[in-house]
């Protein structure tokens, strides 16, 4: 059983950074891939990035290619999501989730990830 914990949202202005983080209660390894989502204010849950453990390769979102970085660090069973440059349209609850299992095919799919943090708030004032 792996519980995740986000933290890190806050307010900042158009333009400005944060850092969330994503804290695991369990060892999340390497081999658990680890998901970053979001959700807009009236819209559906939508894929962020992700880091897919069986090929080792990070994947991104159209919407945050060139400005946010996933990493992690093992020894403290914690990724962050680096978020640069950041605009309006990125305000939304940010949520982590995790998975043992997860195949290439749902990496940007909810249903592909088991265990869920209860998300962080970003707002982005213009």
């Known amino acids: 059983q792996v519980q995740l914990v986000e933290s890190g949202g806050g307010l900042v202005q158009t333009g400005g950074s944060l850092r969330l983080s994503c804290a695991a209660s369990g060892p999340i390894s390497r081999t658990y891939t680890i998901g970053w989502f979001r959700q807009r204010p009236g819209k559906e849950r939508e894929f962020v990035t992700t880091?897919?453990?069986?090929?080792?390769?990070?994947y991104v979102a159209d919407s945050g290619k060139g400005r946010f970085t996933m990493s992690r660090d093992n020894t403290r069973n914690t990724v962050y999501l680096q978020m640069n440059n950041l605009n309006p349209e990125d305000t939304a609850v940010y949520y982590c989730?995790?998975?043992?299992?997860?195949?290439?095919?749902?990496?940007?799919?909810?249903?592909?990830?088991?265990?869920w943090g209860q998300g962080t708030q970003v707002t982005v004032s213009s």
């Open positions: 880091d897919f453990r069986s090929n080792g390769r990070t």
């Open positions: 989730a995790a998975s043992g299992s997860i195949i290439l095919s749902e990496i940007r799919a909810q249903r592909g990830y088991r265990y």
